[in-house]
């Protein structure tokens, strides 16, 4: 059974600084992982979908890595502003089976402060 | 910007009413999903669909029904509603094929049971 475990499960940062979510998975038989972001009380946002056979991707300020043979990805926030400022959540969808099932993390808690 | 729509986005009712939680997409995506969502906890499916008249349950037991007679909308209908229906609830449609599908997810429903 996949289990996606995320650390920290909370983070505060001074506005400004740089910083990295991390992710991990137990079975690397995964098409893909996918990052989302979640304000309070909403729905998810998808930021960065990386495929099975891809290293990275960026998009603007973020930049999401993955090592599927390790079971990890991280999420690299550049320059952080307030803004940023919500649950991000990181999903593997498993390859095979079931492959219409993703598998969520609990979520970091980002708080950037001005 | 995701064409993704529910309502309504809060629902205060007593136990054993009758509730239709809505969805509604305007991308034409053939892919939606319902998942419910606890508050610090992961998101979790309870049904799917890959097209008109073709639903299924997901990994959590679900006393809920779904139903897909048009490819913009899946409603989802509790018959008698619990106070254990206390949730969020999170309609997603996705795009293009199984290994680089993204989500979209609506702004959620939440859910108060009596």
């Known amino acids: 059974k996949q289990e996606v475990t995320q650390i920290p499960a909370a983070l505060s940062v001074p506005e400004g600084e740089n910083l990295v979510l991390n992710c991990s998975f137990t079975d690397s038989a995964i098409y893909n992982l996918q990052w989302f972001r979640q304000d309070p009380g909403k729905g998810l946002t998808s930021l960065l979908l990386i495929q099975s056979s891809q290293r990275e991707q960026t998009s603007g300020r973020l930049n999401a890595s993955l090592d599927k043979s390790s079971g990890r990805s991280t999420l690299y926030i550049a320059a952080s502003q307030p803004g940023d400022s919500a649950t991000y959540l990181c999903?593997?969808?498993?390859?095979?089976?079931?492959?219409?099932?993703?598998?969520f993390g609990k979520g970091t808690l980002l708080t950037v402060n001005p | 910007e995701a064409d993704i729509y529910q309502t309504p986005r809060y629902l205060v009712i007593g136990t054993g009413k009758k509730i239709t939680l809505e969805c509604s997409q305007t991308?034409?995506?053939?892919?939606m999903y319902w998942y419910q969502q606890d508050p610090g906890m992961e998101l979790h499916l309870i049904h799917y669909s890959y097209g008109v008249n073709s639903t299924e349950k997901g990994d959590l037991s679900s006393e809920s029904t779904v139903s897909r007679i048009r490819t913009e909308h899946f409603p989802l209908t509790l018959e008698s509603a619990r106070p254990s229906h206390t949730s969020q609830y999170l309609c997603?449609?996705?795009?293009?094929?199984?290994?680089?599908?993204?989500?979209?997810f609506g702004s959620g429903t939440q859910l108060s049971v009596l």
């Open positions: 997603a449609s996705g795009n293009r094929g199984q290994t680089n599908e993204k989500l979209f």
């Open positions: 991308m034409g995506h053939d892919k």
């Open positions: 999903a593997v969808r498993r390859s095979g089976g079931s492959n219409y099932k993703l598998t």
